[in-house]
Nanobody
Framework: QLQLVESGGGLVQPGGSLRLSCAASGFTVDYYAIGWFRQAPGKEREGVSCISSSGGSTNYADSVKGRFTISKDIPKNTVYLQMNSLKPEDTGIYYC????????????????????WGQGTQVTVSS
């Protein structure tokens, strides 16, 4: 059974940084593509970033390019999302999910029907 647990959210001032973690169990993070999504209050959930099974391909939403970095630690079976230069519009609940149908430099695919989502972690960017 695929399980994902996010952590690392919190309250941060604009311009600050946070690192989110997504700990996986039931599979290894080098087997599936994994994605980060977020949902802001009153808005639909959107894809933020993904990393391919090999780690050779990553994808970022235009709104976070140059500020966010996705990575994974295979021994720890964890995927990370380093978020720098945070803005108030980055506020929302952040979820990780796997597996994605695809993750390339140009395409962040949907989560597979048999996929799993974490419970989410709240990120609030406010002064």
């Amino acid at each position: 059974q695929l399980q994902l647990v996010e952590s690392g959210g919190g309250l941060v001032q604009p311009g600050g940084s946070l690192r989110l973690s997504c700990a996986a169990s039931g599979f290894t993070v080098d087997y599936y593509a994994i994605g980060w999504f977020r949902q802001a209050p009153g808005k639909e959930r959107e894809g933020v970033s993904c990393i391919s099974s090999s780690g050779g391909s990553t994808n970022y939403a235009d709104s976070v390019k140059g500020r966010f970095t996705i990575s994974k630690d295979i021994p720890k079976n964890t995927v990370y999302l380093q978020m720098n230069s945070l803005k108030p519009e980055d506020t929302g609940i952040y979820y990780c999910a796997a597996p994605l149908m695809t993750c390339t430099r140009g395409i962040m695919g949907a989560v597979a029907d048999f996929g799993s989502w974490g419970q989410g972690t709240q990120v609030t960017v406010s002064s």
